[in-house]
């Protein structure tokens, strides 16, 4: 159980990172590596991409691999909800596959 719960913290945590370094990516009129690194928004996504990886290992030794890995692929949803919610972004009618495959990695995981 422990693990199950690391590993939604864990996808959460990579989901806020990879929202975060979109959005500080749209702050830059040219892209510049030099630019980018001192970002702080950037910065901070790097951080919290790091804390999500860490989680993730330690969910890793408190659950198999079965449990753990479809609860990471649900990181890739968290910027299109990050996205909407926050942002204003328009989703429309795909909301029903995001419910479709969080039902799907409820059923995964248990």
């Known amino acids: 159980m422990l693990g199950l719960i690391l590993s939604i ?3 959460v945590l990579l989901g806020v990172s990879a929202t975060l370094q979109k959005y500080s990516m749209g702050y830059l009129k040219k892209f510049s590596i030099l630019k980018l690194i001192r ?3 950037w910065q901070l996504s790097v951080l ?3 804390a999500g990886t860490l989680v993730y290992l330690f969910a890793m030794r ?3 691999i079965h449990v753990v890995q479809p609860v990471i692929a649900v990181s890739m949803l968290i ?3 990050i996205g909407s919610f926050i942002f204003g ?3 429309g009618s795909k909301w029903l596959y995001i419910i479709i ?3 799907g990695v409820w059923f995964i995981s248990f």
């Open 48 to 50: 919290i991409g790091l």
């Open 101 to 103: 495959i969080f039902i």
């Open 39 to 41: 970002n702080s928004m």
């Open 9 to 11: 913290a864990a996808a």
């Open 89 to 91: 972004e328009k989703i």
């Open 62 to 64: 408190f659950s198999p």
């Open 79 to 81: 910027p299109v909800i």
